[in-house]
């Protein structure tokens, strides 16, 4: 559990309401309801090992509060990443329990110029293990190219 600071505007833009509207300088509590609904459906889609999930967020400050039971520490931290490498969210309070307690992952934030190669060549001393990365945030990567400056990844021990 804690608290993991994310670059917001940067991640992905599918929390954004449906219809464009006019912030206020405080964001409204139905804005904040729907992110977080927003949000919560991002991470079902995932299909994941999580149960009991809950999914908060505070326009105010740009938190995101997750709380339910996963599976693997694995599950866990790829449901921090998808909320927290979202445009909204500069923040995630992970109050989850996991089952089968392991190892945290170290996160890394994607620089200018990066590719999982050239992250593989600096946490493992071997640019041809980055299928290692790729396969610790899928679902969250489609694909090995599909990384951008801001982004957060796991990378497994």
């Known amino acids: 559990m804690g608290l993991f600071d994310f670059v917001k505007g940067i991640g992905k833009k599918n929390t954004a309401p449906a219809e ?3 912030q206020p300088a405080v964001p409204s509590e139905p804005f904040a309801q729907e992110v977080a609904n927003q949000l919560l459906g991002l ?23 997750i709380k339910g039971q996963v599976k693997s520490q694995a599950d866990k931290e790829k449901i921090i990443l998808a909320v927290g490498n979202v445009d909204h969210v500069a ?30 060549k600096q946490y493992y001393g071997d640019a041809n293990q980055y299928n290692k990365i790729f396969e610790a945030n899928r679902p969250l990567l489609k694909n090995a190219d599909d990384i951008y400056p801001g982004q957060v990844l796991r990378i497994p021990a």
Not at 48 to 61: M, Q, R
Not at 99 to 115: C, I, L, R
């Open 91 to 120: 923040q995630v309070d992970d109050q989850m329990t996991v089952a089968e307690p392991a190892p945290q992952s170290q996160f890394y934030t994607v620089q200018s110029g990066d590719n999982l190669s050239k992250i593989a």
């Open 20 to 22: 464009p509207q006019p």
């Open 43 to 65: 991470v079902k889609s995932l299909g994941l090992g999580v149960e009991g999930l809950s999914v908060t967020y505070n326009g105010a400050s740009d938190l995101a509060t």
